[in-house]
């Protein structure tokens, strides 16, 4: 399987590395929307945030939080973003589960989802959908 983030992991591609341990790997990315926009690897290949293992997960997030609390000093960032993108609709681009960290300094640009209000009926027919799936699928869930 073609994967360029499995390349760098492999070193077999460059990349600005600034964290590496046994699960997790961090690199900048290559087409920042700020200076300091890193990317948060798990070692092991997984697709998106619905694949990734729970223990992978744990230990990702864990380090993006590590992470980005560097990036932010480093940069002297006001705040940041911690963004992922799941599938191709939502603008993921390299199908290899990451975490994306923005650093964020005032007025830099705007970034607000474009929302819209829900109507009485709508809100509570979303919410009745999603209830019924996640009574369906609670047994899989062990947080
Ligand atoms: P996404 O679009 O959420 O899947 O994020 C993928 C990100 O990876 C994009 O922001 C790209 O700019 C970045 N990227 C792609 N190839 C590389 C690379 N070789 N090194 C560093 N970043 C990369
Ligand atoms: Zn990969």
């Given at each position: 399987?073609?994967?360029?983030?499995?390349?760098?992991i492999k070193?077999?591609?460059?990349?600005?590395?600034?964290?590496?341990?046994?699960?997790?790997?961090?690199?900048?990315?290559?087409r920042p929307?700020?200076?300091?926009?890193?990317?948060?690897?798990?070692?092991?290949?997984?697709?998106?945030?619905?694949?990734?293992?729970?223990?992978?997960?744990?230990?990702?997030?864990?380090?993006?939080?590590?992470?980005?609390?560097?990036?932010?000093?480093?940069?002297?960032?006001?705040?940041?973003?911690?963004?992922?993108?799941n599938g191709?609709?939502?603008?993921?681009?390299?199908?290899?589960?990451?975490?994306?960290?923005?650093?964020?300094?005032?007025?830099?640009?705007?970034?607000?989802?474009?929302?819209?209000?829900?109507?009485?009926?709508?809100?509570?027919?979303?919410?009745?959908?999603?209830?019924?799936?996640?009574?369906?699928?609670?047994?899989?869930?062990?947080?």
């Amino acid at each position: 399987m073609d994967c360029i983030f499995c390349d760098i992991i492999k070193k077999r591609s460059k990349a600005e590395i600034i964290f590496e341990n046994e699960k997790v790997i961090s690199f900048l990315d290559i087409r920042p929307v700020n200076s300091g926009h890193a990317l948060v690897v798990s070692k092991e290949h997984f697709d998106n945030f619905l694949t990734i293992s729970p223990e992978s997960l744990k230990e990702l997030i864990v380090a993006t939080q590590f992470i980005a609390g560097a990036v932010k000093r480093a940069v002297n960032a006001e705040g940041f973003n911690i963004v992922s993108n799941n599938g191709t609709v939502a603008g993921q681009t390299i199908f290899h589960f990451h975490f994306h960290i923005i650093p964020r300094f005032k007025n830099d640009f705007h970034f607000r989802f474009d929302t819209k209000p829900y109507n009485e009926s709508s809100l509570k027919e979303s919410g009745k959908s999603i209830r019924q799936v996640i009574s369906k699928y609670k047994d899989i869930f062990h947080g």
